[in-house]
């Protein structure tokens, strides 16, 4: 395996590091501050002009939709291990992927329409999500049962005529609080009497549908992410045309595990770069602050934690190049021990080294003047979206035992 950098990457991956040091760290606070501005003023769930006046940037730049390979319709798309260093570069603020619209989940939903959908599906949904003109949600998990074992999922999907009907109820629908959200993929069952990962489908369902009602927004640790957020969505005698179904009837398990292998390791990507960012705010503040007569950064306890930081780090990364390599020369199947491996390591390793970072700054650790504890609490729900640790754990072993 080579992991160096091909001349293209080196040459992308300069530019993205110009431009996060021009347009991306110094508007951080900015950020913040609009979307406070608009939450004041009554309304927290409206884009940010910031971001918005980024994203032309980023495409002058050539650095838009890096994300997707083997497409026609986004021929920039790099392959899976090229994309790995950029998206950790990403990764490093939490406000950079949607300006390169590297962004989930409209990045797994992308790729879900670009392999499993007809050419009309992709001219009305894929076209506009790529050009970065609407937004998408995906509508898997649900509040009435244990989603992390997805046979489990009760929403139904009912062929009437020429039209499905759904009916359901999901949360965690990341995305959907944005009003520029226009399209759900949603899975439900088909056939609850087909064996047993035959049940599902997915279908597409514009989210101006008669009897699509969002509920709520769900927090993360008091977090609402607006104006993306995380809403529960009812879906009551929703109807759509029968051409709206991806890839067919009892498809859906098979699209969500070709969905989520590179929406899992785009996530370890993103959990690397901010755990670089942490260990690099953890050693500059350990050298400013003095503590029984001496800065912080000379005390032993810290030497122990910035080596052991430094080296869970390279070891997640090298995981991830490796999950990354064997995705592109394999396939996401024959991959599929190496991406489970990573999605436990990477938000775990995250977790810990932000925690040692929190520890560093004292109380301004879990204040709003660092962004420690928001990268903190998203590396913990990281621990469960996409399938949870104790899932990816037990696949890991399965293919293990399967060896002997």
Same mark, same amino acid.
Request: charged share 25%.
């Given at each position: 395996?080579?992991?160096?950098?091909?001349? $293209?990457?080196?040459?992308?991956? $300069?530019?993205?590091?110009?431009?996060?040091?021009?347009?991306?760290?110094?508007?951080?606070?900015?950020?913040?501050?609009?979307?406070?501005?608009? *939450?004041?003023?009554?309304?927290?769930?409206?884009?940010?002009?910031?971001?918005?006046?980024?994203?032309?940037?980023?495409?002058?730049?050539?650095?838009?939709?890096?994300?997707?390979?083997?497409?026609?319709?986004?021929?920039?798309?790099?392959?899976? +291990?090229?994309? #790995?260093? @950029?998206?950790?570069?990403?990764?490093?603020?939490?406000?950079?992927?949607?300006?390169?619209?590297?962004?989930?989940?409209?990045?797994?939903? %992308?790729?879900?329409?670009? *392999?499993?959908?007809?050419?009309?599906?992709?001219?009305?949904? +894929?076209?506009? @999500?790529?050009?970065?003109?609407?937004? !998408? #949600?995906?509508?898997?998990?649900?509040? =009435?049962?244990?989603?992390?074992?997805?046979?489990?999922?009760?929403?139904?999907?009912?062929?009437?005529?020429?039209?499905?009907?759904?009916?359901?109820?999901?949360?965690?629908?990341? &995305?959907?609080?944005?009003?520029?959200?226009?399209?759900?993929?949603?899975?439900?069952?088909?056939?609850?009497?087909?064996?047993?990962?035959?049940?599902?489908?997915?279908? @597409?369902?514009?989210?101006?549908?008669?009897?699509?009602?969002?509920?709520? !927004?769900?927090?993360?640790?008091?977090?609402? =992410?607006?104006?993306? &957020?995380?809403?529960?969505?009812?879906? =009551?005698?929703?109807?759509?045309?029968?051409?709206?179904? +991806?890839?067919?009837?009892?498809?859906?398990?098979?699209?969500?595990?070709? *969905?989520?292998?590179?929406?899992?390791?785009?996530?370890? %990507?993103? !959990?690397?770069?901010?755990?670089?960012?942490?260990?690099?705010? %953890?050693? $500059?503040?350990?050298?400013?602050?003095?503590?029984?007569?001496?800065?912080?950064?000379?005390?032993?306890?810290?030497?122990?934690?910035?080596?052991?930081?430094?080296?869970?780090?390279?070891? #997640?990364?090298?995981?991830?190049?490796?999950?990354?390599?064997?995705?592109?020369?394999?396939?996401?199947?024959?991959?599929?021990?190496?991406?489970? %491996?990573?999605?436990?390591?990477?938000?775990?390793?995250?977790? $810990?080294?932000? =925690?040692?970072?929190?520890?560093?700054?004292?109380?301004?650790?879990? !204040?709003?003047?660092?962004?420690?504890?928001?990268?903190?609490?998203?590396? *913990?729900?990281?621990?469960?979206?996409?399938?949870?640790?104790?899932?990816?754990?037990?696949?890991?072993?399965?293919?293990?035992?399967?060896?002997?």
């Amino acid at each position: 395996m080579d992991f160096a950098y091909s001349t $293209k990457v080196e040459e992308l991956r $300069k530019r993205l590091l110009h431009f996060m040091d021009e347009h991306i760290y110094p508007n951080e606070h900015r950020f913040h501050e609009e979307i406070a501005a608009n *939450r004041a003023a009554g309304n927290a769930w409206i884009p940010t002009k910031l971001i918005e006046d980024l994203k032309p940037k980023a495409q002058a730049a050539g650095l838009w939709n890096l994300f997707l390979p083997r497409s026609n319709r986004a021929p920039e798309g790099l392959n899976n +291990l090229e994309y #790995a260093p @950029l998206c950790e570069i990403m990764g490093r603020s939490h406000i950079a992927p949607e300006v390169f619209n590297c962004n989930a989940p409209d990045t797994g939903n %992308m790729e879900t329409i670009e *392999r499993y959908g007809t050419e009309a599906q992709k001219d009305a949904w +894929l076209e506009p @999500l790529l050009k970065g003109k609407i937004r !998408s #949600a995906f509508l898997m998990t649900e509040p =009435d049962v244990a989603s992390s074992d997805a046979t489990n999922i009760q929403c139904s999907i009912r062929r009437d005529g020429d039209e499905y009907v759904i009916n359901g109820r999901k949360w965690w629908s990341s &995305g959907a609080g944005d009003p520029r959200c226009a399209i759900y993929i949603v899975m439900g069952k088909t056939d609850p009497d087909a064996p047993r990962h035959s049940q599902q489908s997915m279908i @597409l369902i514009p989210s101006n549908t008669p009897g699509v009602k969002v509920i709520r !927004s769900l927090s993360i640790f008091g977090y609402d =992410d607006a104006p993306h &957020g995380h809403m529960e969505v009812i879906l =009551d005698n929703v109807r759509v045309p029968a051409s709206n179904i +991806l890839l067919g009837e009892g498809r859906g398990f098979e699209i969500a595990q070709g *969905r989520l292998g590179p929406g899992r390791i785009h996530h370890c %990507m993103r !959990s690397i770069g901010v755990a670089e960012r942490a260990l690099e705010s %953890m050693c $500059k503040r350990l050298k400013e602050r003095v503590a029984f007569g001496k800065p912080l950064s000379e005390q032993g306890v810290w030497h122990e934690r910035i080596a052991e930081a430094r080296c869970m780090i390279d070891q #997640a990364r090298l995981l991830t190049l490796k999950a990354a390599y064997t995705m592109d020369v394999a396939g996401n199947k024959v991959a599929k021990a190496e991406i489970a %491996m990573i999605k436990v390591v990477a938000p775990n390793m995250a977790e $810990k080294i932000i =925690d040692w970072a929190i520890q560093a700054h004292g109380g301004g650790g879990v !204040s709003q003047d660092f962004d420690l504890a928001y990268n903190y609490a998203w590396q *913990r729900i990281l621990r469960l979206a996409d399938g949870p640790d104790e899932v990816h754990r037990a696949a890991i072993a399965k293919i293990e035992l399967g060896k002997m």
